[in-house]
C-alpha cells in the first residue's frame, strides 16, 4: 500500500477515532487531530477535558483565534504530514472540522489526501453551537463511510474500504 493521507471528519459521536482504530488492526496508522495543540492550551487555562457545548465552543472559537494569529493547527498539521512522510506508516488520518481547513490542507498535501465523512445511520444531526462541528456536512468530501451496527462487522468493514482505495 503507498502512503495515504485522509482528512477525516463527521458529527460527534459517529466514530471517527473507532474508524481510525479498526483500520490500524490491519494497516501502518497515524492519527492525528487538528485540535491537539488547542486543547493542550485550554487545559493549560483550566479546562476539564469534558466536552459539554461551552467547551465545544471555546475550543472552535481558540482553534479560529490561533489561525488567525499564527495557523497554529494548520502548521501543526503539516508537521505531522512531514513526519508521516519519514516514517514506515501508511495511513495519515487528519481529524479537521472546518471546511476551509479542510480545503487548505488537502491542497498543500495534494492528490494522495482524500476527504473523508464518517456518518452513522439513524443518527440525528445535532446543533453545538459552533461554527466547527455546526459545518461538518458543508463540505463536498471525497468519501464517505457509513458507521452503521453491527459494531462487530465494523473492523472488516473498515479494513475493505480501506484495501479498495
Known amino acids: 500500500m503507498r502512503k495515504q493521507v485522509f482528512i477525516i471528519n463527521g458529527q460527534g459521536g459517529v466514530g471517527k477515532d473507532t474508524i481510525c482504530n479498526c483500520a490500524a488492526q490491519y494497516f501502518r496508522v497515524r492519527n492525528v487531530s487538528s485540535i491537539t495543540p488547542i486543547v493542550e492550551i485550554a ?4 479546562w476539564d477535558g469534558q466536552k459539554t457545548l461551552a467547551a465545544r465552543r471555546l475550543l472552535s ?3 479560529q483565534a490561533f489561525t488567525e494569529f499564527n495557523d497554529l493547527s494548520f502548521t501543526y498539521c503539516l508537521k505531522a504530514y512531514q513526519d508521516f512522510l519519514g516514517s514506515d506508516d501508511e ?3 487528519l481529524h479537521v472540522r472546518e ?20 456518518r452513522r445511520s439513524g443518527l440525528s444531526a445535532r446543533h453545538y453551537g459552533n461554527r466547527s462541528d455546526d459545518e461538518v456536512e458543508s463540505y463536498p468530501y471525497d468519501l464517505y463511510f457509513d458507521n452503521h451496527p453491527p459494531l462487530d462487522t465494523l473492523p472488516e468493514r473498515v479494513r475493505n474500504f480501506f484495501e479498495k482505495l
Open 61 to 63: 472559537q481558540l482553534k
Open 99 to 118: 471546511p476551509e481547513e479542510i480545503e487548505r490542507l488537502k491542497t498543500a498535501i495534494g492528490p494522495d489526501c482524500r476527504t473523508l465523512l464518517v
Open 43 to 46: 487545559r493549560f487555562a483550566g
Open 91 to 93: 495511513i495519515l488520518f
